[in-house]
C-alpha cells in the first residue's frame, strides 16, 4: 500500500514539475534579451490640424521621461520635443510642422534624460490642410461701392449670400478689405461674421479715412475661411483687386 501511495505522490511531483516548466516557458521569449524597462508614457493627449501643421497637447506626469519624440511614419521626419522638468500638472504644447495635406500618421515615445528608456510607443491620426484646400475658396461677390458725403466714407454692399467652400461646405468666417488712406497709410478693415448667421452675414462694411471720390482708389479684398471649427489656422482667399 506505501508502494502505491509513493507512486502516487512521485506522479503528481512528476505532473507539477512539467505544468510549472510550461508556464516559464511561456515568458522566456520576453526575458531572451533580458528584463525590459520603460518611463511613463503620454497620459492624455489632445491634437488639432492646422495649414500643413499640427497642435500637440500633452500631459505626461512621469518625470522620469524628460523628451517627446514624434515622427512621421512615412517620412524620416523626427521632432524631439523637451518636457517641462518643473509643472507636470498642466498641459504642455508643441507644435509639428511639415505636416502632408491630408491624413498623417504619428508615432511617439518618451525618452528619459540620456536616451536609453523609453515609454511604450503611442500613435494617432491627424488632418492637414494646405494648398489644395485653399485652391476651392472664393470671394464673395461685390455689388457695389458708393461714397456716403454724410459719413464722408466708401460702403461696400456685398451679395447677400455667403460664399461655401465645397469640400467640407464650409462657409466664410468673414472678410478683409486693404487699402490705402488718403495720408497714403495702409490699412486692413476685418469683419469676423456672426457664428448664428454664416449663410446670409451682414452685407456691408464702412471704410473709413478712404480718398475722396475724385481720386483714383484701388482696394483689395478676400475672405477668411476654416475647414472645421478645431483647425488652428485660418485659411485666406487670393485677393481680390477693385478700381473706384
Given at each position: 500500500?506505501?508502494?502505491?501511495?509513493?507512486?502516487?505522490?512521485?506522479?503528481?511531483?512528476?505532473?507539477?514539475?512539467?505544468?510549472?516548466?510550461?508556464?516559464?516557458?511561456?515568458?522566456?521569449?520576453?526575458?531572451?534579451?533580458?528584463?525590459?524597462?520603460?518611463?511613463?508614457?503620454?497620459?492624455?493627449f489632445?491634437?488639432?490640424?492646422?495649414?500643413?501643421?499640427?497642435?500637440?497637447?500633452?500631459?505626461?506626469?512621469?518625470?522620469r521621461?524628460?523628451?517627446?519624440?514624434?515622427?512621421?511614419?512615412?517620412?524620416?521626419?523626427?521632432?524631439?520635443?523637451k518636457?517641462?522638468?518643473?509643472?507636470?500638472?498642466?498641459?504642455?504644447?508643441f507644435?509639428?510642422?511639415?505636416?502632408?495635406?491630408?491624413?498623417?500618421?504619428?508615432?511617439?515615445?518618451?525618452?528619459n534624460?540620456?536616451?536609453?528608456?523609453?515609454?511604450?510607443?503611442?500613435?494617432?491620426?491627424?488632418?492637414?490642410?494646405?494648398?489644395?484646400?485653399?485652391?476651392?475658396?472664393?470671394?464673395?461677390?461685390?455689388v457695389?461701392?458708393?461714397?456716403?458725403?454724410?459719413?464722408?466714407?466708401?460702403?461696400?454692399?456685398?451679395?447677400?449670400?455667403?460664399?461655401?467652400?465645397?469640400?467640407?461646405?464650409?462657409?466664410?468666417?468673414?472678410?478683409?478689405?486693404?487699402?490705402q488712406?488718403?495720408?497714403?497709410?495702409?490699412?486692413?478693415?476685418?469683419?469676423?461674421?456672426?457664428?448664428?448667421?454664416?449663410?446670409?452675414?451682414?452685407?456691408?462694411?464702412?471704410?473709413?479715412?478712404?480718398?475722396?471720390?475724385?481720386?483714383?482708389?484701388?482696394?483689395?479684398?478676400?475672405?477668411?475661411?476654416?475647414?472645421?471649427?478645431?483647425?488652428?489656422?485660418?485659411?485666406?482667399?487670393?485677393?481680390?483687386?477693385?478700381?473706384?
Amino acid at each position: 500500500m506505501k508502494n502505491i501511495i509513493y507512486s502516487v505522490i512521485i506522479l503528481f511531483a512528476s505532473f507539477w514539475f512539467v505544468a510549472c516548466d510550461n508556464v516559464n516557458s511561456m515568458h522566456d521569449k520576453y526575458l531572451a534579451d533580458g528584463e525590459k524597462f520603460y518611463v511613463g508614457k503620454v497620459d492624455s493627449f489632445r491634437i488639432y490640424g492646422g495649414k500643413n501643421r499640427a497642435k500637440f497637447v500633452v500631459w505626461v506626469g512621469d518625470f522620469r521621461s524628460t523628451n517627446l519624440v514624434v515622427s512621421r511614419i512615412d517620412t524620416s521626419l523626427i521632432y524631439n520635443f523637451k518636457l517641462s522638468e518643473s509643472n507636470r500638472m498642466d498641459s504642455m504644447v508643441f507644435y509639428i510642422d511639415n505636416l502632408k495635406e491630408g491624413t498623417n500618421i504619428l508615432n511617439w515615445n518618451t525618452w528619459n534624460v540620456d536616451s536609453t528608456v523609453k515609454s511604450i510607443p503611442q500613435s494617432t491620426s491627424v488632418t492637414a490642410w494646405g494648398e489644395r484646400f485653399e485652391s476651392f475658396l472664393s470671394n464673395r461677390k461685390i455689388v457695389t461701392v458708393t461714397y456716403k458725403t454724410l459719413f464722408k466714407a466708401y460702403t461696400i454692399t456685398w451679395e447677400a449670400s455667403n460664399v461655401k467652400e465645397p469640400t467640407f461646405s464650409t462657409y466664410a468666417l468673414g472678410h478683409e478689405v486693404n487699402y490705402q488712406t488718403k495720408n497714403n497709410n495702409d490699412t486692413v478693415v476685418q469683419v469676423i461674421y456672426d457664428p448664428e448667421s454664416l449663410t446670409a452675414p451682414s452685407t456691408t462694411t464702412k471704410l473709413p479715412n478712404l480718398s475722396t471720390p475724385n481720386d483714383k482708389i484701388n482696394i483689395k479684398y478676400r475672405m477668411l475661411f476654416k475647414p472645421v471649427s478645431s483647425c488652428i489656422d485660418t485659411f485666406r482667399t487670393a485677393y481680390s483687386t477693385l478700381e473706384l
